[in-house]
């Protein structure tokens, strides 16, 4: 049996959630899977999502468990995120999918 474990940690403050915002991403079991596994992004009480994550072509897929909804974070060259189709990003030119991205970048989960 795989033994997969969970990674977590914060995100930098933004302009409407100034502290506490964090992730936490549990790897999937299924190696056959197209899903990398699934990521909780926690903004405030109110604001808690999930989403399943993949990478497919030069973007990180975040497919929402609630209804389906799916964003797209583009990558450059070099694997930095340079846009989001979530309106988030189209509002502040950087959102939390974007954030997540260079964070699960850093710690070696992408």
Excluded: N
């Excluded at 033994?3 to 409407?16: D, E, I, R």
């Excluded at 197209?34 to 975040?62: H, N, W």
């Excluded at 030119?93 to 954030?99: F, I, P």
Aim: glycine share 8%; net charge positive; aromatic share 6%.
């Amino acid at each position: 049996m795989l033994c997969v474990l969970p990674v977590a940690g914060s995100l930098p403050a933004s302009k409407t959630h100034k502290a506490g915002r964090r992730w936490a991403f549990l790897p999937s079991a299924d190696a056959t899977s197209p899903s990398l596994g699934t990521l909780t992004i926690v903004q405030s009480k109110r604001d808690t999502v999930s989403y399943s994550v993949a990478v497919e072509d030069g973007q990180v897929l975040f497919c929402k468990l609630t209804d389906g909804e799916v964003y797209g974070v583009t990558l450059d060259r070099s694997g930095r995120p340079v846009k989001c189709s979530c309106p988030g990003f189209c509002f502040q030119k950087t959102c939390k999918h974007c954030d997540t991205v260079k964070e699960l970048k850093a710690d070696g989960v992408l």
